[in-house]
């Protein structure tokens, strides 16, 4: 991991650890979730994944060199079979996508990394790491805990917490650098944290 | 008032009268906001209009014609003396614009409103109509009853409801041109006051 | 091919078949066009597309709809291996990209193309098209005219004439809609072509 | 004048030098610039000044702190009285400004300047720098000597490098602050030289 990934993550350890222990992510590891709440997150990240493209090519645009923007590039590729899955999962439980309203904290948390593009690419590449280190971190941690209790959303958590995701988190924490994180960057990576967690909020 | 404007606040006119009667908006017109709270809405607000600049001149670059960037480049001039009187208020009163850390409400306010300049001008545009609409109709709603009330608050709310604001505002509604709104224009407008009520929320 | 993109190029006819018979393109194809000049169109080249692929991500940022973006998602995802091939033959050639100082019709033309950003969706997306159809029809008006000559660069100019290209540019086409382009979208279009003429005038 | 200023102005002495030399300005220092070339330069400038507001917001958009913001809103509202100017010297002149096709060299030098903002608050800043600087040095330089020769233009040039004017450019080189530039502000500074140039150019 990056000096200055490790530096972001370390000045956030107990907002961190609150998140990973969220009630939403807890019920859904266990299987308690009630499908109707399932349902409504599906809808609700489904709209999260769609703005969060328009981020990423967001902070393509900015990125400062070609090493960067093959990182990112590769994010932007890899959303495709995502959103496919989304799209094909919401079909087959009837749900329709364009018809949702989403919540005020989704809206409040895809604005808050939109807006962080107008802040530029030091901060914007800090929030893009902050936006994927804590779902993966929140679907890792109960990963096994899924597998353990046979929840029945056990195959979406597997896809969440995979391996090449891991990959892909690191080497956006590496785009950060060695060194120490500016001010800006850990105002922003704080209220990640927040916003991701008021999103979870609405949905239990 | 320009067709389209009168047709995206005819598309809100519940909301929109319940926001003009929010209780902050009243406790501050009878006088009986505590000062601390008042103080509190101050910093706030000071934050909404560092960032409000930050848009409005956003607004500016999208702009597609002459006569919609003067009246655009006219509203920032108006901001240096409106922040003038934010920072010599906040000084007088010995609180601290730097140390203030926002709320999630203001910060999703303000995060909503810059995020808007990535959906182009036609929904920007609406936006800010919406922000300056609703800020000036919630205290021109009061003007009378705080005079009446005597309310230690009412300099403020006079500034805040002043005329050559309101003829400005006209302006804002004039550039969105008098056919019908779009549906993106009319999502973002409803989305300003749901917005507008929590950063209010957040106050009392 | 979509009424807006038909109508566009109607507009630009005598420009755009002046543009095919570029000395450049046409002394590429006939094989006639040295070596050295060659290596100088690709290090110009990958300055553009290196540009480009962060034009197109600006795109997608401003793009309304999902279909629109997932368009835009797949040229993104096709720009991995295109440069790869660039970076590949440039080091084939000792050629030093980093070292490379770009012609100022080059920078003239990749920074009309960012900045055509700041316009809006509808002026970007015309951009984008024109910049596209104008690289595949230079190239595919003189495929056989390349194997016919059996130029040595006809390796190339197969590939950027390729069909799946082809396919592609028509989607970009038909994101364009089936109305009549607007005035800004038809002076940017024509923009494109001078600007690149200008970039291929400093090659010959 | 700030550490960075002075460093990027002295990387590109030669340049400069030759800049505030150009025939255009030389020309119209002494008064014997044709009215038709006078004229056409009205028009270029004026289409400059029109997309250099857009540019100066969008830098505002992005500055990261109240002080910077503040001497960039000054000078989004210095440009009011300054496009008032033109507008009604190119009235008075009977010239069209709306019917107006700029130059190539006008187009490209718009483009890179509104294609910086793509780059960041800092290589936008120093760009902002650079251009502001060299129009004021042009016609600074041959102030007295646009005096002695009694030129009929010297109004115009007493304009462009009055006091106040002077003062500004100073302050958006303090902007900049006393550390070395960035390899990537050098690079752009550099670029504004040359497309300042290729602006006149198509002036004689």
Redesign the interface.
């Known amino acids: 991991m990056s000096a200055a990934a490790e530096s972001l993550l370390a000045g956030e350890a107990d907002r961190w650890r609150a998140m990973t222990e969220h009630p939403f992510v807890l019920a859904t590891a266990d299987g308690i979730l009630p499908e109707a709440a399932f349902d409504r997150w599906l809808l609700e990240d489904h709209v999260f994944v769609?703005e969060f493209?328009?981020?990423l090519?967001?902070v393509?645009?900015?990125?400062?060199d070609?090493p960067s923007?093959?990182v990112?590039?590769?994010g932007?590729?890899a959303?495709?079979p995502e959103?496919g899955l989304f799209r094909a999962e919401l079909e087959r439980r009837g749900l329709d996508r364009d018809g949702h309203t989403p919540s005020?904290g989704c809206?409040?948390y895809?604005?808050?990394?939109?807006?962080s593009?107008?802040?530029?690419?030091e901060v914007a590449s800090a929030v893009l790491y902050g936006v994927e280190k804590a779902y993966l971190d929140a679907w890792t941690t109960v990963r096994t805990r899924a597998r353990e209790a046979g929840s029945r959303y056990r195959e979406f958590i597997d896809n969440w917490s995979a391996p090449p995701f891991a990959t892909y988190v690191d080497d956006l924490g590496a785009l950060l650098g060695d060194g120490e994180p500016s001010a800006?960057q850990r105002l922003a990576f704080g209220?990640v944290v927040?916003?991701e967690q008021?999103f979870w909020d609405a949905l239990v």
């Open positions: 769609v493209r328009r981020f090519a967001g393509l645009t900015l990125a400062p070609e923007r093959d990112l590039a590769g932007i590729t959303l495709t959103l005020a809206l409040a895809t604005s808050f990394m939109m807006a593009l107008h802040d530029g690419y800006a209220r927040v916003f008021r």
